[in-house]
T-cell receptor, first 117, second 113 residues
């Protein structure tokens, strides 16, 4: 158990709908990362939040958005869903080491499997 | 952009065999991480490497951060059935992408029929 929790574990919805995925990081971790994993693309970095602020964006579609709340949990919002959005969505958390260099290690949650029909 | 090549894509193991896989990148990394993912689960961190040349072990697993900073390998000695799964390398570069991990496509370990 990594200490990162994600809900729901499974989500089935229809095209055009909007869903929200939730992530609670490990106790004390300030960073939350979101990833998408599909069969043909592997693990793709979507977005990184640190202590409530967006730090970096990866291959995240404009239909997707995220936020990190004061209690450090994060939500990933996916809207206008398409069939191709079906994938596993993981969040990972980390606590940066000192010295300013981001050598932090990311610990992954169990993921949310999204199926768009 | 930065790319990671992980090989082999898949391999079959027989209990007791040693296993080796590696990753190479198109640019220099400051961190290499190795994860294992079981079906329906999230990746679990196996080994983290932060210095060029660093050699780190975790039980039967050994990983090294290449001297050129562009590659890393993972060895599994005396494999057992529970080693089956998908192994991912991940690297972190310098500059604007600091903090963002890039993942390899994975090496799938299966048991020999």
């Amino acid at each position: 158990d990594s200490g990162v929790t994600q809900t729901p574990k499974h989500l089935i919805t229809a095209t055009g709908q909007r869903v929200t995925l939730r992530c609670s990081p490990r106790s004390g971790d300030l960073s939350v990362y979101w990833y998408q994993q599909s069969l043909d693309q592997g693990l793709q970095f979507l977005i990184h939040y640190y202590n409530g602020e967006e730090r970096a964006k990866g291959n995240i579609l404009e239909r997707f958005s995220a936020q990190q709340f004061p209690d450090l949990h994060s939500e990933l919002n996916l809207s206008s869903l398409e069939l191709g959005d079906s994938a596993l969505y993981f969040c990972a958390s980390s606590h940066p080491t000192t010295g300013g260099l981001l050598t932090d290690t990311q610990y992954f949650g169990p993921g949310t499997r999204l199926t768009v029909l | 952009g930065q790319q990671l090549n992980q090989s082999p894509q898949s391999m079959f193991i027989q209990e007791g065999e040693d296993v080796s896989m590696n990753c190479t990148s198109s640019s220099i990394f400051n961190t290499w991480l190795w994860y294992k993912q079981d079906p329906g689960e999230g990746p679990v961190l196996l080994i983290a490497l932060y210095k060029a040349g660093e050699l780190t072990s975790n039980g039967r697993l050994t990983a090294q951060f290449g001297i050129t900073r562009k590659d890393s390998f993972l060895n599994i000695s005396a494999s057992i059935p529970s080693d089956v799964g998908i192994y991912f390398c991940a690297g972190r570069g310098y500059g604007g992408s600091q903090g963002n991990l890039i993942f390899g496509k994975g090496t799938k370990l299966s048991v020999k029929p």
